[in-house]
C-alpha cells in the first residue's frame, strides 16, 4: 500500500496454474507447495482449529507462518506443547477480576491504563506494588493520586501521552477536561503522540476546557499529520477562531499526500471562506470523492467496464491466485500492467480487470465494474448500487479477497456472522470458503442489508453500520451528532470517532452515488446531505430518543 514485460502468453500460463480448492486442509501436505502470505496464514489458522490437529503438526505449522496475529497466536497456544506460549495466551483472555487473582507476570502481561480507571484507590495501589519494576507503575501512581490532571500534567510528555491517550473518553471528561498552560502545549507539540490526543478529543467534542489549549500548538511543528492538522483546523472553527482554523487547513493541505485529502481541506476552506479559488481547485482534482462530487466537478474518467467472455481458465474463487495476481503486479509500469489487465477482461474477472487497469492508470481512471448480476436479477437497483458501491470499498469486487481479520470475500464477512447467516438461511454443509462464491457473497449482502435497513435509512449509516457494527452505528447516533448547526452534516461526518468509519462512509457514500448515477437512477447529493440532520429520514434510533 521494473521488471520486463512478460508476453501474454506467460501471463496466461501463470493463470492456468492456478486449481481450485476449498474447506479446511485434510492434512500438512496442503501446505507445503503454498507460499508464505495472508492466505496461508488463514488456512493454518483453520487447520489449527481442528480438534485432531497436534503439537507436532502446529510446531512444523509455526514455522511457515508470515504473520502473527492475535487469532493465531491463540489458535497455536492451544495446540502447541509450551508452557509459555499457553500462559500468555491464557492471561491474555483473562478478565479483570480473575487477573488480580493472578501471579505478577500475568499481571504485567495483561494489565493496561484503561483497566486502572476500573477500579478503586486501594486496589490500584496493590497493583502498582506489584507491578513496581514495570514502567506502567508511574502512571498507576498518577491515576490514583488526589488529582490526577495536575500530576498528569507535572510530569513530562512521555507520562502525559501514556496517561491521557490510553484512559479512555469518560475518564478524560471526568478528571482531565481541564485547560493545559501554553509551556505545557510547547513541550507536548513535538512528541508524536500528541497526533492521537489531537484526533481522541476533536472527535469526542467532550472536552470543552482541555481543547480550549489545543489553539496554542504551533501548526509548524514537524511531527503533526495532515489528520491532526485538519482536526486542529475543525477545533478552531468549533471555537470560534476562523482566521486560525484557515491557517491549520493551509498546513493540512501542504502535508496531506493523498489527493482525497487535499480536497477534503480545500472543500472545507470553501466552505468557511466562500472563496471560489478553493472551489476551482477542487475542480482541478482527478480523484472522485464526495468532495468533487459536492462541489459538482464532473469526473470524465468514470469507466464501466464490459463484457460478454467468460474466464475459463482462472478460478476467482480462489484467494491463493489473488494473492499471486497482488505480487506479479507490484514493480509493473504502466504497459506492463495493462498488459496483465487484457487477461482478465472477462466476465469472471472484471474486478481483477478493474483493479489493474485503475493501477496502470495512477488511479486517475476510476473503474466502476458491475460483475456477477446474474446473481442481482430481482434485486431493485438502489439495492444493487449499495452492494457495489459496499463491495468496491471492501474488496475492490474481488470474490477470494481475505482481510488481516480473516474477513472472507468480495462483501468482506467475517467469519462469525456468515456462519449467524447461513444457519439462519438454514444452509446446509456450509464452509467459510463458501464466502470466496459471489453467488453467496452477494445472497449473504441481501440478507445482511435487509437486516440493517429496518433501524437505518440513509446509505451514510448503512456504511458505518456495515463497517463498524450496528451496536457502534446506534451509539454514534445517540450522540450529540449530526444534528442541524453550523457547517452539519459535513462536520458530523468529519469527527465519526472511529478511524476506519469515518473514511469508509464517505467512500461507500461516493461509490452508491456513481453507481446510480451509472444505473440510471436519478439521485441528487445534496439531498443525500440534506437528509442527514432529519433524524427521521435516516434511522430510528434518534426518533426512539426523541419521541
Not at 492456478?18 to 492466505?39: G, W
Not at 481522541?200 to 511531527?223: A, D, G
Not at 486517475?364 to 446473481?375: A, D, M, V, W
Not at 431493485?380 to 457495489?388: E, F, G, P, S, Y
Request: contains cysteine.
Amino acid at each position: 500500500m521494473g521488471f520486463k514485460s512478460l508476453s501474454r502468453v506467460l501471463l496466461l500460463c501463470c493463470v492456468l496454474t492456478i486449481t481450485l480448492f476449498a474447506n479446511t486442509p485434510k492434512d500438512l501436505s496442503f501446505f507445503d507447495d503454498k507460499p508464505r502470505s495472508l492466505v496461508k496464514d488463514y488456512y493454518i489458522y483453520r487447520y489449527l482449529k481442528k480438534p485432531t490437529t497436534t503439537s507436532d503438526e502446529a510446531d512444523k505449522l509455526l514455522g511457515q507462518t508470515s504473520r502473527m496475529s492475535m487469532k493465531l497466536f491463540h489458535a497455536y497456544a492451544k495446540k502447541l506443547d509450551d508452557p509459555a506460549f499457553k500462559k500468555v495466551s491464557k492471561c491474555l483472555k483473562m478478565k479483570l477480576k480473575p487477573l488480580l487473582k493472578s501471579d505478577d507476570e500475568c499481571l504485567a502481561i495483561k494489565f493496561s491504563i484503561y483497566s486502572a480507571t476500573k477500579l478503586d484507590k486501594k486496589e490500584l495501589k496493590d497493583v502498582e506494588r506489584r507491578l513496581n519494576k514495570y514502567k506502567i507503575s508511574k502512571a498507576l501512581h498518577v491515576i490514583y493520586s488526589n488529582n490526577p490532571f495536575e500530576s498528569m500534567v507535572a510530569g513530562d510528555s512521555e507520562l502525559f501521552f501514556t496517561i491521557f491517550n490510553n484512559v479512555g473518553s469518560k475518564y478524560r471528561k471526568k478528571y482531565l477536561d481541564h485547560t493545559v498552560s501554553k509551556k505545557k502545549i510547547k513541550e507536548l507539540e513535538n512528541n508524536w503522540n500528541i497526533n492521537n490526543t489531537i484526533k481522541y478529543t476533536v472527535t469526542k467534542r467532550e472536552l470543552k476546557n482541555f481543547n480550549k489549549s489545543l489553539i496554542y500548538i504551533n501548526r509548524f511543528s514537524k511531527v503533526l499529520s495532515h489528520e491532526s492538522l485538519f482536526f486542529l483546523g475543525l477545533n478552531a472553527l468549533q471555537l470560534r477562531y476562523k482566521k486560525l482554523a484557515m491557517a491549520f487547513f493551509d498546513e493540512s493541505y501542504k502535508r496531506a499526500y493523498y489527493r482525497m485529502d487535499k480536497d477534503k481541506v480545500l472543500f472545507w476552506q470553501f466552505l468557511v471562506s466562500k472563496d471560489k479559488k478553493y472551489k476551482k481547485l477542487i475542480e482541478k482534482s482527478f480523484d472522485l470523492n464526495i468532495y468533487t462530487l459536492l462541489s459538482g466537478v464532473k469526473n470524465n474518467q468514470v469507466i464501466v467496464p464490459k463484457t460478454l467472455k467468460e474466464n475459463h481458465n482462472y478460478d476467482e474463487k480462489n484467494p491463493f491466485g489473488w494473492t499471486k495476481l497482488l505480487k506479479d503486479s507490484k514493480g509493473k509500469n504502466t504497459k506492463e500492467l495493462e498488459e496483465m489487465a487484457k487477461n482478465f477482461l472477462y466476465t469472471n474477472t472484471l474486478p481483477h480487470y478493474s483493479y489493474l487497469m485503475e493501477k496502470a492508470s495512477g488511479y486517475k481512471k476510476h473503474y466502476f465494474p458491475i460483475p456477477y448480476t446474474q446473481y442481482l436479477k430481482k434485486t431493485d437497483k438502489k439495492r444493487v448500487a449499495l452492494i457495489m458501491a459496499i463491495a468496491r470499498q471492501e474488496s475492490r469486487l474481488i470474490p477470494s479477497a481475505l482481510s488481516h481479520s480473516y474477513a472472507l470475500g468480495m462483501m468482506q464477512f467475517m467469519p462469525f456472522l456468515a456462519r449467524a447467516i447461513a444457519k439462519e438461511q438454514n444452509i446446509k454443509n456450509f464452509d467459510l470458503d463458501n464466502m470466496f462464491d459471489p453467488k453467496v457473497a452477494l445472497k449473504f449482502a441481501n440478507v445482511h442489508l435487509n437486516w440493517l435497513e429496518r433501524s437505518l435509512y440513509h446509505p451514510l449509516f448503512i456504511a458505518y453500520a456495515y463497517n463498524g457494527g450496528i451496536g457502534f452505528t446506534k451509539k454514534l447516533l445517540q450522540t450529540n451528532i449530526f444534528r442541524k448547526g453550523d457547517y452539519e452534516p459535513f462536520l458530523s461526518m468529519e469527527l465519526v470517532y472511529y478511524d476506519e468509519s469515518r473514511k469508509y462512509g464517505k467512500k461507500v457514500l461516493a461509490n452508491y452515488v456513481t453507481y446510480m448515477q451509472i444505473l440510471g437512477e436519478s439521485i441528487s447529493i445534496y439531498n443525500l446531505f440534506e437528509k442527514l440532520t432529519i433524524p427521521e429520514e435516516t434511522d430510528k434510533f434518534r426518533t426512539t430518543i426523541s419521541n
